[in-house]
């Protein structure tokens, strides 16, 4: 509401406009790096969902924090961005790409740890028969979950039209307890229990990687997945990149696309005439900013919330890397620790990241966050005590709220691409646009949009 009384400057004349800097915003600009655009973010911080923070001297992540090495059988559009920003490379040994930074590589036997009911087991489903029989239904799938899923094959599409509950219910017994646990697997990764999300979906988390019949290195840097954001960054010309700036109205014209876009930090109101536009931000916000095509999205999303505790730890006493949680609390899903991390950017300090995932309809919660900060803060120390059986010393606290972080793949959501349907020639970008929300899907959404100008 400030900003209309804001000075407004002289128009600007670019190309293509990119709204957003998360990962798939910076994706496409990866693609069109050469030519003439501008991408506009509002955070001061990219990444997205894929944010990082700092505290004096030590970064750590605040969104989403690892990813996993690819099977050659990935498309090879990412593999190739991620090879030319000398991210991974290529073991074929394995017939896999993993990670150059090894040291980022987290030991097979610190990788985690579950807490239920007081007690710890190694993993969220205990070994057993129902275990076996629910991977023995699944392995059929092994090879043809790819990512990005837009290369999935026509004939496992229909998975997508009915719920993981559904598709395994009528293969398998599945009590109360083995729900649970799927659920708080598909929580994790896709925001939804295994009632609200597709079976495609489902299936795809515990088959897109050979995990139980080969070793799967798993990638988690200190700052999480904005190592892959600084990456993207580091090659793109910096001028051309506008952090503080909030895209406030696109309108269609004759000539192209006129855009208002407010300048945060200086306060003022800058007027972009462009041919193209990327829209890679959050679609929900398009009823305010291209109302035009708000209806072309009805995605259902998750809020997050990422709790950071800044703690002093001898660099010796390691711990587990994920801690999962499994109790009456259900939107607390546990919490990372930094101590099996690499050791560099940390300088004796440990972080615990804590996460929260709420129901849709509980996002009205987080509007209560900052008179409430100090109670829930405690709430979640409490909870990663309770796991490790011990007092921790917190010397600084950070809340991150994501009210519309992760777009639940629900029955019929995945293979729907905006862009194919806007009639003002928006180009569509990240996992909000039909995909999975992952990395490699962000990654793939963003190249694809690019291509869609070059």
Not at 18 to 45: C, N, P, T
Not at 257 to 277: R, T
Request: with cysteine; aromatic share 12%; glycine share 8%.
């Amino acid at each position: 509401m400030e900003s209309n009384q804001w000075a407004k400057t002289g128009k600007l004349q670019t190309e293509t406009v990119i709204v957003g800097g998360g990962i798939s915003g910076l994706a496409a600009a990866q693609v069109i790096r050469d030519k003439d655009f501008l991408l506009f973010e509002l955070s001061s911080r990219i990444g997205g969902t894929s944010a990082a923070t700092q505290f004096e001297d030590i970064s750590f992540s605040q969104g989403a924090h690892y990813d996993l090495a690819y099977p050659e059988y990935y498309g090879e559009e990412v593999l190739r961005l991620m090879e030319e920003l000398q991210i991974i490379q290529y073991e074929p040994w394995k017939k896999m790409w993993s990670f150059k930074d090894r040291q980022h590589i987290i030991p097979a036997y610190r990788r985690q740890q579950c807490y239920e009911n007081g007690l710890i087991r190694g993993d969220v489903i205990p070994e057993g028969y129902t275990k076996d029989t629910f991977y023995r239904i699944l392995s059929e799938y092994l090879g043809e979950m790819k990512l990005p899923t837009r290369l999935i094959s026509e004939e496992y599409r229909h998975l997508n039209d009915i719920s993981f509950y559904q598709f395994l219910s009528e293969r398998m017994e599945v009590d109360a307890a083995f729900k649970r646990q799927l659920s708080y697997h598909m929580l994790d990764d896709y925001g939804g229990t295994m009632d609200q999300v597709s079976a495609l979906a489902g299936i795809h988390y515990f088959m897109c990687r050979p995990y139980y019949t080969e070793a799967v290195d798993l990638f988690s840097p200190p700052t999480g997945n904005n190592y892959f954001a600084e990456k993207l960054l580091a090659t793109l010309p910096p001028g051309r990149i506008k952090m503080s700036h909030l895209i406030k109205r696109i309108t269609k014209t004759t000539a192209g696309f006129e855009i208002e876009v407010l300048d945060i930090i200086n306060k003022k109101v800058i007027q972009v005439a462009c041919d193209n536009v990327i829209y890679a931000g959050q679609k929900h916000a398009l009823k305010y900013i291209f109302p035009e095509e708000a209806d072309l999205f009805a995605n259902n999303y998750a809020p997050w919330i990422v709790i950071n505790f800044v703690t002093s730890s001898p660099p010796e006493q390691y711990g587990f890397w994920q801690n999962e949680y499994l109790g009456e609390r259900e939107d607390f899903l546990g919490f990372i620790d930094s101590s099996v991390q690499s050791q560099a950017a940390l300088k004796g300090k440990r972080i615990y990241t804590a996460y929260y995932c709420l129901k849709p309809e509980n996002r009205e919660y987080l509007t209560t966050i900052p008179e409430n900060k100090v109670r829930i803060v405690k709430d979640a120390l409490g909870l990663i005590e309770e796991v490790l059986g011990k007092r921790i010393e917190v010397s600084a606290a950070f809340i991150n709220v994501m009210g519309h972080a992760m777009p639940i793949p629900q029955p019929g959501y995945l293979f729907s691409d905006a862009t194919t349907k806007s009639k003002n020639g928006v180009v569509y970008v990240g996992v909000d646009n039909g995909r999975l929300p992952l990395l490699y899907e962000a990654l793939d959404s963003g190249i694809m949009g690019g291509k869609e100008l070059v």
